[in-house]
C-alpha cells in the first residue's frame, strides 16, 4: 500500500541546497514525487510505503549533521495526507512557480565554504584560483538578488551567461552547485581588475591583479577593494605609518579599524581567542569578532587607538582567500569604505569618485552589489555570541514569532544605529545596519532601502510604529508615510521588548535598561531604566536619580556637561578634577550658570553619560569623539580580578525607585585623592552599576514576584558589564534573557517596536 504526503517546509529553505537534499533523502528511502520551491519555502510531495514515509520525515525533522546543507535552517515542518497519484516512478525537482506572495526567506551572504577552498586551490579544478568561487553552501546572496523568488536572472548576475561546464553542474541535482545562482568560472563569470587611484586600469591579469595588490599592501600604500557588501579600505595592519596615513586620509576617523586575518592560528599572535570565539570567526557568518588584545603583539598603535579589544573577522571570499595567500600579508587593516559617517560605497563608480584621494589603488570586479551591507560586529557575553552590529551574514533572516500578526507593520526605528523592521505574517524582518540618519546621505540610504526591502519582501504596511521623540527623523518618516495614526512607543520599552522578541516571550519581565539616551514618557531623557514590562505594556519600576543636563546634543560628546550636572548634587569640593578636564573657567561657569537656571537643560538618567562623566573623571579624555568613545576607554582601562564595588543605595522616598549616584561618586572621588589607580577606580565603578542593576532585580522581584529579567541597551555592549551582570543575576536565582542574536543597542530598537506593534494585531 501507498500513501503519498504533502510536506511544506519553512525556515531559511530557498538557495541553501533543500532541495537536492530532499531529492537524495527521496532515493535513499525509495519515495517518488516531487519537490518545488513556492512563496511560502519548500513544498514536498512524496509517495511510497507508509514505513518509508515515517523514516523520511523522521530524518527530515531530526536531521543529520552528515546530511543537511550547512546554511538550512528548518523552523517548520507541516504534513498531511493527500491522494495518491498512480503510476509516479521517479522524483523530481520542479521549477518554482512566479511567486505571488514573497514570504519566503532570502537567505543572508555567507563566507566561502572548505569545499569550494580547496578546489581552488586545486591546479587541476576549472575554477582554480578564481575569485568567484562559490556553491550552494557559499556566496553572495542578500547582497545581489533584486527581487524573490531567487533565482539567477533576479540577481546581479543576471548578465553573465553560464557556460557549458557551470550549466552542467547548475542542473545536476547531484551536484552541489545545483540551482547555486551566482556559479561561475573563469570562462563566463565576473573577473578583478586593478585600477589606478583615477579609476584607469593597470591590470585585468587576475593573478597579475592579486600579486600587484599585494605588493602594494607590502609596501605600504592603501587599496580600496571590493568585497561581498561594499567596498573596504586596506592597509597593512603593522606598519604604523601606513595606517596612520589612512586616518589621515579618511577624515575625522577615530574609530578602531577592523582587522583581517586567514586564520584563528594568526588571529592568537594578536588576541586572547578562546573556542567561542574561534567558532564564531570560522562560522560562516564571518562577522568581525571583538576580542581582548594581546598588548605585546606588533599590530600598529593606531589601529586599537588605545582600546585594549581588537576587532578580527577571517577572509570571507576568495578574492581575500587569494590575496592573504600572498607572501608578506598577514594581518590587514579591513575597515568599510566610507567618508565619516556615510553609508558604505558599493558601487564602481561611487568609489573611484570618493575614494580616489583615499585609496593608491583599486582592486574592482564587475559582479555588482546591489546592496549594501556592512560587516557585522559580535562579542562574546558569558559563553555566547551577542551581535553589536547585525548586517553581513545574519540580515535578513528574519526573526521568527509562534503567532502571527493579522497586520503587516512598519517599524522606524531609532535615529542613531538605525535599522528599521517589517512585520510580515510571523516574521519580523529586521533590516540590516543603516547607520545614523542625522547625517543626510544616510537618511536618504534609509529611505531608499525602506522603499527596497519593502518590494523584496512584497510589504504593504498598515500599520506604523516609531519612537516616541517627536524631533527624531525616524519618526517623522512614518509620520509622514502612515497616512493615518503612527503608534509611538517609549525607547527604553522598545529595548526591552526587542529582547523579549528575539526569545519569542510573552509574559511580563523585569526589564533593565543601561542605555545612552531615549525620550522618556515623562518629558525626561531616560537612560537607566528598571521596566515591568512586556509585550503589551510596561511601567517605570524604577530609574537612576536624575541628573541635570545642560546643552541638548553636544551633552553626548563633551562629558564635561554631564560631569558638572552631577557633581552640582555633590558638596565636596571637585574643583581640581573639573579643572583638569577643562582649564577655561569661563566655559564651566557658563554650563554650570546654565544647570543652576535651567537653560537649555533637562533632567536625565542617562546611565550612557555617567559613564562618560566617571571617564573623565579618571583622566580618560573629555569628548567622545565616536560614540562611546569615553565608555570603552573607561572598561579598557579596568583592572581585572577587582569584586570591591562602590555602594549602591537609592533615595529614601518617592513612588518609583531612584538609584542614587551621590554616595557612589563621594566614594569614587575619595579614592582619585587618595591615589588608587584608574584601574581600580573603574572596576569599582562598573562593579557598582553591576550591583545596582541586580538591586533593582531584586527589589522588583520581591514587589512582583517576576523572576524573569531582559537586559538591553546600548551599555551593555559593555562586555565587562554584561557579564558581570547576567553572572551577578543567575546567582540570585533570576532567569536571565539577554540580547544575542539582534544588538542590545540602539540597532534593536526597531525589532522591539515592531514586536508590540505585532502584539497589538495578534491573529
Ligand atoms: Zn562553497
Ligand atoms: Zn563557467
Ligand atoms: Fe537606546
Known sequence: MKIRNKIVIQGQVQGVGCRPFIYRLASQFDLTGLVFNDSKGVVVEIQGVEASIKEFLKTLEQGSDRQWPPLMNITSIRSTLITEVPAERTFEIRKSPTAADKAAHVTADTATCSECLSEMNDPGDFRYRYPFINCTNCGPRYTIVKTIPYDRCNTTMAGFQMCDKCAEQYNDPNDRRFHAQPVACPECGPVIRQADSNGKDIETDSDKVISGAAAMLRDGKILAIKGLGGFHLAVDAKNET???????????????????????????????????????????????????????????????????????????????????????????????????????????????????????????????????????????????????????????????????????????????????????????????????????????????????????FDIQPEVFVSDLHPSYLSTQYAQSISGSDVIQVQHHWAHIASVLAEYDYHDKVIGLVADGTGLGSDGAVWGCECLIASLGEFERFGHLRYFPLAGGDSASKQALRPLLGLLSNIEAGCDDIINTIEPDGERVRMIQAQISKNINTVQTSSMGRLFDAVAAMLGLGSENQFEAQLPMRLESALQKGVEEAYSVSFMPDGSVMQLDYVPMLNELLEDKQSGVPAGVISAKFHNWAAGAMVEFAMKARQATGIETVALSGGVFCNNYLANRTIQLLKKSGFFVLFKRTVPANDGGVALGQAAIAAERFKA
Open 242 to 456: 601606513a595606517v596612520q596615513t589612512l586616518r589621515q586620509r579618511k577624515l575625522r576617523d577615530h574609530k578602531p579599524f577592523a582587522l583581517m586575518a586567514s586564520s584563528v592560528g594568526s588571529v592568537s599572535q594578536y588576541a586572547e581567542v578562546d573556542d567561542v570565539a574561534a567558532r564564531l570567526l570560522q562560522s560562516p557568518q564571518s562577522p568581525i569578532v571583538l576580542l581582548p588584545g594581546k598588548g605585546n603583539s606588533d599590530i600598529a598603535p593606531s589601529v586599537g587607538q588605545g582600546l585594549g579589544t581588537l576587532g578580527f573577522m577571517l577572509c570571507y571570499t576568495p578574492l581575500h582567500q587569494l590575496l592573504f595567500a600572498e607572501d608578506g600579508i598577514d594581518v590587514l587593516v579591513m575597515t568599510s569604505a566610507n567618508l565619516s559617517d556615510e553609508p558604505l560605497i558599493c558601487d564602481n563608480d561611487e568609489a573611484i569618485e570618493k575614494l580616489g584621494g583615499i585609496a593608491d589603488a583599486f582592486v574592482m570586479h564587475d559582479r555588482d552589489i546591489y546592496r549594501q551591507v556592512d560587516d557585522s560586529i559580535v562579542h562574546v557575553v558569558e559563553g555566547g555570541a551577542a551581535l553589536i552590529r547585525r548586517s553581513r551574514g545574519y540580515s535578513p533572516r528574519p526573526v521568527i514569532m509562534e503567532t502571527a500578526a493579522e497586520k503587516q507593520i512598519f517599524a522606524a526605528g531609532a535615529d542613531m544605529k538605525n535599522t528599521f523592521c517589517f512585520v510580515k505574517g510571523d516574521q519580523l524582518i529586521l533590516s540590516e545596519h543603516i547607520g545614523d540618519l542625522e547625517d543626510s546621505r544616510v537618511y536618504r540610504h534609509y529611505v531608499e532601502s525602506i522603499k527596497h526591502r519593502q518590494s523584496l
